[in-house]
């Protein structure tokens, strides 16, 4: 998969592609045959990181509405050479779901391209989603056929149906073939017994019932043929080769071990999890840490310090993860002492895995140690890193207006749409000008959630830009639940104090 150039925050391309309100306003300004090439731009190379956490499909089809823009950049996208030959969701998810929202909007050349392309195309599970969301009965009915043809007839074929069918995200399509054609029929109702059979079947080593076997079990065990996607519906078991020193397979029995020593543990055993704790092997030292963390056993706080200094990458992750869940008028004196730049380790791993503590859980006068953590990481890692959030929620939590100059850099340049919208979140706690600033930007962005907190807190009176938005948000079908709410809220605030 390609990693995207991101563009400036400055420039039109790069305020689309970050999903910033601006970046539709900027657009419906400039010339159209620009605008249209950085939506296109946009779509057929998706810019963000993460797709399960940034949304960017409605604003994209929105903008298309807006500047009734063709869709032939996003057809040769979907039937380009690379489709023959890649079947990876993320090249075309984007694309086709935008092409959702505009067959909802009632474009139906969009609709017509996602029939095309479930029949052709190779992630054509996704264009299927869509159409189960907006086509009619008639429509999906036509497409069954073509889309029986994806699965090879015989056994193999259709056991890959029949687990299709059980992941599927929208089952409706399956239902309505299932009247029409017995093979799907016979996959639906076999597929629930799948995954119950191979519960039933699972195989691998187990723990012995005593502290000391279940220390050995984890750094030997195996998790058996099942993983915890599989007890939850949501994907395949673990490969037969998979590395059983890799990092997550050892964090997952690890995790499996600590819940295994809460059942097991007796009083007299607790110099054995000290040791363990302290000079184990990697797997057992993690599942006695957490056990231990989890116990709040006073020995807790010195074997993370140990553990966070510790030559074993693995170690030091694990000690660091478990620091964050621990709360407490003692940890956070400890983390107060980690945390401070003048004497402390405020430089070190352990040192910013305080300061992230202290912005979960610390209290108002952490503030300006959260403050100088944000500003700290800003100036070393730029606007990203997966920790970065954690220190934007808690300037917010706690109120420090010393944070409003670097949340709103944060605000612009963010990349990401999740972290900008917890930067307009705390900008909305700590900065006075929120409501007539940013929040009036937000009314535009591409995520839903900043959206309806620009709703709950713009200023309605000053920008005329803003009851129009309102109200176009409001009758919008398209719109969430929640975002019409606060939105409906706002305007009828709004009214009240006009006839004041």
Do not use: K
């Not at 009247?179 to 723990?207: I, K």
């Not at 713009?458 to 719109?479: K, S």
């Amino acid at each position: 998969m390609f990693e995207p150039v991101i563009a400036p925050s400055a420039s039109l391309l790069g305020l689309l592609q970050r999903g910033r309100g601006d970046g539709q306003l900027h657009a419906l300004a400039a010339d159209r045959t620009e605008a249209i090439a950085a939506l296109e731009e946009c779509v057929t190379r998706d810019p963000r990181a993460d797709w399960q956490v940034e949304g960017r499909s409605l604003y994209y089809a929105r903008l298309y509405m807006e500047l009734e823009a063709p869709l032939d950049g996003i057809e040769d996208h979907l039937h380009s050479a690379e489709d023959l030959v890649s079947d990876d969701e993320c090249r075309t998810g984007l694309a086709l779901s935008v092409l959702g929202h505009l067959a909802a909007y009632g474009r139906r050349d969009a609709l017509l391209m996602l029939r095309e392309y479930a029949a052709t195309g190779a992630n054509w599970a996704w264009a299927l989603d869509e159409l189960a969301l907006r086509d009619d009965d008639r429509g999906l009915l036509l497409l069954g056929t073509a889309v029986l043809d994806h699965f090879a007839p015989g056994p193999e074929g259709d056991a890959e149906l029949r687990e299709f069918i059980r992941n599927a995200y929208e089952p409706r399509p399956w239902r309505l073939w299932a009247a029409y054609h017995p093979r799907v029929a016979a996959a639906s109702e076999h597929s629930p017994f799948d995954l119950w059979q191979r519960q039933l079947n699972r195989s691998g080593v187990t723990p012995g019932w005593s502290t000391a076997d279940v220390l050995a079990w984890a750094d030997q065990g195996d998790l058996g043929g099942l993983g915890a996607g599989d007890f939850l519906g949501r994907g395949a078991a673990p490969r037969a080769d998979e590395d059983p020193d890799a990092p997550d397979a050892v964090d997952r029995r690890a995790a499996a071990a600590a819940r295994c020593l809460t059942a097991v543990v007796r009083p007299e055993d607790r110099p054995l999890l000290l040791e363990a704790a302290r000079d184990g092997l990697p797997g057992a030292r993690r599942a006695a840490l957490r056990h231990l963390v989890d116990q709040r056993d006073p020995a807790a706080i010195g074997l993370i310090e140990a553990a966070a200094a510790d030559v074993d990458d693995r170690v030091v992750r694990a000690a660091l993860e478990l620091l964050g869940r621990m709360r407490g008028p003692e940890v956070l004196a400890h983390a107060r002492r980690w945390a401070d730049p003048v004497g402390g380790a405020a430089d070190s791993a352990l040192g910013e895995a305080a300061v992230r503590l202290l912005a979960d859980a610390g209290e108002p006068d952490d503030g300006p140690l959260v403050v100088a953590g944000l500003r700290r990481w800003v100036s070393v890692r730029g606007v990203s890193g997966c920790g970065l959030g954690s220190l934007v929620d808690g300037a917010g939590r706690l109120a420090a207006a010393d944070a409003v100059p670097v949340l709103r850099h944060i605000y612009g340049e963010a990349v990401s749409s999740e972290l900008r919208g917890r930067a307009a979140r705390a900008l909305a706690a700590t900065d006075v000008h929120f409501p007539e600033g940013p929040a009036v930007e937000c009314l535009w962005d591409c995520e839903e959630s900043t959206r309806e907190l620009a709703a709950r807190h713009v200023a309605t009176t000053g920008d005329a830009r803003v009851l129009e938005r309102l109200r176009r948000l409001a009758a919008d079908p398209a719109e969430e639940a929640e975002v019409h709410a606060a939105v409906r809220g706002r305007l009828t605030a709004a009214a009240r104090e006009f006839r004041r």
